[in-house]
């Protein structure tokens, strides 16, 4: 309770603890100053993405990475998601991506990130490599698909590997997609077509065009239709 004591001409409240409140009242005071920190620390960090969480604002991405963000205004569309944030450089296993920020559009919260390799960047080799990268990080996958190709189902299949970790809060999904398949036949418009020439023995030319990709998606464990499974699973 408290008490009045009078210092020269002032009258000062003094507040006096029962002994038997000491105990208590310390207790609760030390869960006061530990609620926030315990409660972030249930949350689980974004593997391989130290200091990230779902669900954060791009505010604290731009604390995160400063200038090293590139805006993207407009945003763009992947899905059901769209992209405000870019990592130009994200370097993984020695090698350059672009690591798209994407959030929810309803409350512009992390929701995804993709990180990009395209073209002639994205080969075989640099797969193996982010693959092997991520096993160090990570550990073995929880699944994956190594396959050298779909076994020729039709001419538009392309080559594919896949390989999947799971974590508490997190998934992390590795994709390399190949169209640089021999079962499609590429020819120079600019060679006039001999119709005496069957197609097989027609000089080929496999296009620097056609797509390849490694893809890397980390996104929550609690959104199931994210998690599309591998190109193995029935």
Not at 22 to 27: E, G, L, N, R, S
Not at 103 to 125: F, K, S, W, Y
Request: aromatic share 10%; hydrophobic share 45%.
């Amino acid at each position: 309770m408290g008490v009045f004591r009078r210092l020269g001409q002032r009258a000062v409240v003094v507040f006096q603890v029962p002994a038997r409140l000491v105990v208590p009242v310390m207790v609760v005071a030390l869960q006061l100053l530990v609620a926030v920190p315990t409660a972030r620390a249930e949350k689980e960090e974004i593997p391989g993405w130290p200091g990230l969480y779902w669900g954060e604002d791009m505010a604290a991405l731009d604390a995160r990475f400063g200038e090293a963000l590139t805006v993207l205004a407009p945003p763009w569309q992947f899905g059901p998601f769209e992209a405000p944030r870019v990592l130009p450089d994200r370097d993984l296993a020695g090698l350059d991506f672009r690591a798209y920020f994407q959030v929810n559009p309803g409350d512009g919260r992390l929701g995804q990130i993709l990180m990009e390799r395209r073209h002639a960047q994205a080969t075989p080799l640099a797969f193996v490599e982010v693959y092997q990268d991520l096993i160090d990080q990570f550990g073995p996958a929880a699944r994956e698909c190594l396959l050298a190709d779909r076994g020729g189902e039709s001419a538009g299949d392309p080559a594919v590997a896949e390989a999947i970790w799971r974590f508490a809060d997190t998934r992390v999904h590795l994709s390399f997609l190949d169209f640089k398949s021999n079962q499609i036949l590429y020819q120079n418009p600019a060679i006039p077509i001999d119709p005496l020439i069957p197609d097989s023995e027609r000089r080929v030319i496999y296009s620097n065009l056609l797509p390849r990709r490694i893809l890397i998606r980390f996104y929550p464990a609690d959104r199931p239709e994210l998690d599309r499974g591998l190109s193995c699973d029935p």
